[in-house]
């Protein structure tokens, strides 16, 4: 059974009213539990000062770290880490939807996603909508 992309976004914002305006997007990524080595693959639906949703195979919980893989117009990826900690999990079909609150974005240690909010958002500062 295939899920219609346009579901899919539904159902990564149905979570409830965002506390900040988010990016929609595809784009690679791996996330790693606190109680794991090993990174599980990921594909992130949406991103915003306060967190993000993302599609995984398995569900997740407790505290992560969240590595984003971002092109960077040139067919490169550069990627940045975030600590996170799993906010909900819903299973969609055959794999989960997950969503993520970050402990915090700063200038100093994540200058590749606020550059990507600024950009497509507008804003790159912690401020709810």
């Known amino acids: 059974m295939t899920v219609p992309l346009d579901r899919l976004y539904f159902l990564a914002e149905m979570q409830g009213v965002q506390k900040y305006k988010r990016l929609s997007m595809i784009c690679p990524a791996e996330v790693t539990e606190e109680s794991s080595i090993l990174p599980v693959a990921a594909y992130m639906a949406n991103l915003s000062n306060g967190g993000a949703a993302m599609y995984v195979l398995r569900p997740l919980a407790g505290h992560v770290k969240l590595r984003i893989f971002y092109g960077d117009g040139r067919n490169e990826r550069i990627s940045e880490t975030v600590s996170a900690r799993v906010i909900w999990t819903k299973k969609v079909v055959s794999f ?19 550059a990507h909010l600024k950009l497509f958002t507008g804003s790159a500062v912690s401020q709810p909508i």
């Open 96 to 114: 989960y939807i997950a969503g993520i609150e970050f402990n915090g974005l700063n200038s100093r240690d994540h200058t590749i996603t606020l």
